[in-house]
């Protein structure tokens, strides 16, 4: 009898059944990479989300409670769908606008209409495709540009958070910051040395050979180890947070518990009109280039076996806008710079975001609106702390253009954009990009010659 025996076939793998797969996914997208990393990281964009929604409320009376409920459900949501520290940031042009305008002109009906429009159009964008198009057809150093302007003008805020008092109700600074004091300027540097002395430059630091080379180098490196596991952070929030009750200890008094009372926005034509015209004009180009392509790129070079498109960003920040608004949630969309802080002081996975969603959750529905007198008495200085260190990291990511072509688009790009707006620097970068590649067309670089060997004796 002939054999066949030419060796054994593996036994084959179970197909997994849908639930099953999406039930892994969501177990490894929420998984924490390290508790107190993790925990940690989750503080990191609170220094752009805390004043921009306190100026809101404040100036045109956003709810506080039903913005935390809706954003702390958005959190949680894209944290198990990408599985990476991805931020739910307020609009910060459609914010910009409302602040600077009376509340006939632009309130809370025209913020409202504002987030639909730009979420109806983000949404569209993303089902047909065009979305992913524009994205990979964006060369990388326009972005670059404005990742790199979005950056600096999160730490120029930062430093004037530090250095200035701010009133968030009409966004403007209100004269120099004292020296001393619960929230001086001593205490806000003492946070950014802190955060330095933790964090150091936010390089993954290795195990280094030298620790194994005598036993005073050993206990140098386990000092070091036991301090960048310090979540600097989360002690600076909470920091700040004790202050804001010293500060003001009436604030105890104010606090009434049970969440706001949800209700759908009324919204009439004028405020569709004054909404797009003022509010989703501006804020569209800025939603595009920082809240999806900059966010993809930059998620892209920090989490590389992540995969997810800009089609979905694009969809998932639209369907945000296009339910939350209705019942009067702050606008929101994805942001570089969020991500950048929550990276910076160590988020790894959706748990991170997750875990802050959660935790606004909670607020929202014990506390409400009655966390505005404590958002109000938090030291401005430690937030600029938080948000000098987010703007920093999210600029970082423009290092690696390397070729002098690239860098020239990419700081045109910036400078234009911080002279004007995102949109403008954009235009000019693409354009500039353009023009160069016209001109270097059909040049050949020359190639390495050979070593030309002397035959002569």
């Known amino acids: 009898m002939e054999s066949h025996q030419s060796g054994t076939s593996p036994p084959e793998t179970p197909k997994r059944s ?23 990281g989750a503080m990191g964009d609170l220094g752009t989300y805390i004043p921009i929604v306190l100026a809101l409320t404040l100036a045109k009376n956003l709810d506080l409670g039903t913005t935390l409920i809706f954003t702390g459900i958005y959190n949680a949501v894209t944290g198990a769908v990408y599985g990476v520290p991805m931020p739910v940031q307020p609009m910060k042009s459609i914010a910009a606008v409302a602040i600077s305008s009376t509340a006939e002109e632009f309130g809370i009906p025209e913020i409202m209409a504002a987030g639909i429009c730009t979420g109806g159009i983000l949404f569209v964008l993303g089902v047909s495709g065009l979305m992913q198009f ?76 030298e620790e194994r080379n005598g036993s005073r180098r050993k ?5 070091r180890k036991v301090i960048s596991n310090v979540p600097s952070a989360l002690l600076i929030f909470l920091l700040g947070v004790v202050l804001a009750f010293i500060r003001k200890p009436s604030i105890v008094h104010d606090i009434k518990f049970g969440p706001s009372k949800i209700k759908l926005v009324r919204m009439d034509k004028k405020a569709w009109k004054n909404g797009f015209l003022k509010g989703t004009i501006p804020q569209f180009p800025l939603s595009v280039l920082n809240s999806v392509v900059a966010v993809c790129k930059f998620s892209y070079d920090l989490f590389p076996e ?12 639209g369907l945000m806008n296009m339910v939350g608004c209705w019942f009067g949630a702050m606008p929101t969309c994805h942001g570089a710079g969020g991500l950048a802080g929550q ?11 997750a875990l802050l969603g959660v935790a606004k959750l909670v607020l929202g529905l014990v506390l409400g609106s009655s966390l505005v007198g404590i958002m109000d ?39 234009v954009s911080l002279g004007s707006n995102a949109a403008i620097g954009f235009v000019v970068g693409i354009v500039l990009y353009v023009v160069l590649w016209m001109r270097n067309y059909g040049r050949v670089k020359p190639a390495n010659l050979p070593v030309q060997v002397d035959q002569h004796p």
């Open 343 to 353: 990276y910076k002081f160590g988020g790894r996975s959706g748990g991170c975001v």
């Open 306 to 317: 992540k995969k997810f498109s800009a089609t979905s960003v694009s969809m998932t920040v």
């Open 134 to 209: 524009v994205f990979n057809i964006i060369p990388l150093s326009v972005v670059r540009g404005i990742q790199l302007s979005q950056g600096l003008a999160f730490a120029m805020s930062a430093v004037k958070y530090i250095r200035k008092e701010q009133n968030f109700s009409k966004s403007k600074s209100v004269g120099d910051r004292p020296w001393l004091g619960l929230d001086g300027l001593v205490l806000a540097l003492v946070c950014v040395l802190f955060i330095v002395l933790v964090n150091g430059d936010g390089e993954q630091e290795e195990e280094d050979e």
């Open 219 to 223: 206990r140098v490196s386990i000092i």
């Open 18 to 40: 849908p639930f099953t797969e999406i039930f892994h996914k969501l177990k490894s997208n929420l998984m924490f990479r390290s508790k107190l990393s993790e925990i940690n």
């Open 377 to 415: 008495k938090f030291p401005v200085g430690v937030l600029g702390a938080l948000l000098l260190f987010a703007g920093i990291e999210l600029a970082m990511a423009a290092r690696d253009m390397n070729t002098k072509g690239d860098a020239f688009v990419m700081l045109v790009c910036t400078a």
